[in-house]
């Protein structure tokens, strides 16, 4: 395993729609190992692989430490209610935005043996699952944000303000 560079909003590659796994080869798993590692260093909960540079269908994806997944070609089946709340990415580092997605979606895709999954998630994985195919086709949560990217002390004063709104 190796940790890889993850490339960061400006570079092109971010921005190229990306191909379809043919097979899951030695390559390939090697690529899968190298994301988690990537992505658990960078402290994030999904990385997808063109951030690593590579541009193949590949998502992995741990929202809670303990529960790695992977997602190859995947392919969104359903969705269904809405959340709206802070979205950040490794690939923008230190900065934050407010994004709408769906509260749920069930997508399928195809695991490291290669073998047809079905993915469901609410909330926090449901989001993640939503940003990172999106990276699969080039695009970047920073063009869905609901005003402004915020950076950390901006971020940390909204949240403010929406409690004081909720109370
Ligand atoms: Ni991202």
């Given at each position: 395993m190796a940790l890889r560079n993850i490339r960061e909003m400006g570079d092109d590659i971010l921005n190229k729609k990306c191909k379809p796994v043919k097979e899951v080869n030695e390559r390939t798993l090697d690529l899968i190992d190298d994301m988690f590692e990537t992505m658990y260093e960078a402290n994030g909960v999904g990385l997808a692989a063109p951030q690593v540079?590579?541009?193949?269908r590949i998502v992995v994806i741990d929202t809670t430490g303990e529960d790695p997944i992977v997602l190859i070609n995947p392919v969104i089946l359903e969705t269904s209610g809405e959340q709206t709340g802070q979205e950040g990415c490794l690939s923008v580092p230190g900065k934050y935005g407010i994004v709408t997605r769906p509260n749920y979606v069930r997508c399928k895709c195809l695991n490291e043996n290669f073998e047809e999954t079905i993915i469901e998630g609410e909330e926090l994985l449901a989001r993640a699952i939503c940003h990172e195919i999106a990276h699969l086709d080039g695009e970047l949560y920073v063009d869905r944000i609901e005003g402004e990217l915020m950076d950390n002390a901006q971020l940390e004063k909204y949240l403010e303000e929406m409690e004081a709104n909720e109370a």
């Amino acid at each position: 395993m190796a940790l890889r560079n993850i490339r960061e909003m400006g570079d092109d590659i971010l921005n190229k729609k990306c191909k379809p796994v043919k097979e899951v080869n030695e390559r390939t798993l090697d690529l899968i190992d190298d994301m988690f590692e990537t992505m658990y260093e960078a402290n994030g909960v999904g990385l997808a692989a063109p951030q690593v540079g590579i541009l193949k269908r590949i998502v992995v994806i741990d929202t809670t430490g303990e529960d790695p997944i992977v997602l190859i070609n995947p392919v969104i089946l359903e969705t269904s209610g809405e959340q709206t709340g802070q979205e950040g990415c490794l690939s923008v580092p230190g900065k934050y935005g407010i994004v709408t997605r769906p509260n749920y979606v069930r997508c399928k895709c195809l695991n490291e043996n290669f073998e047809e999954t079905i993915i469901e998630g609410e909330e926090l994985l449901a989001r993640a699952i939503c940003h990172e195919i999106a990276h699969l086709d080039g695009e970047l949560y920073v063009d869905r944000i609901e005003g402004e990217l915020m950076d950390n002390a901006q971020l940390e004063k909204y949240l403010e303000e929406m409690e004081a709104n909720e109370a």
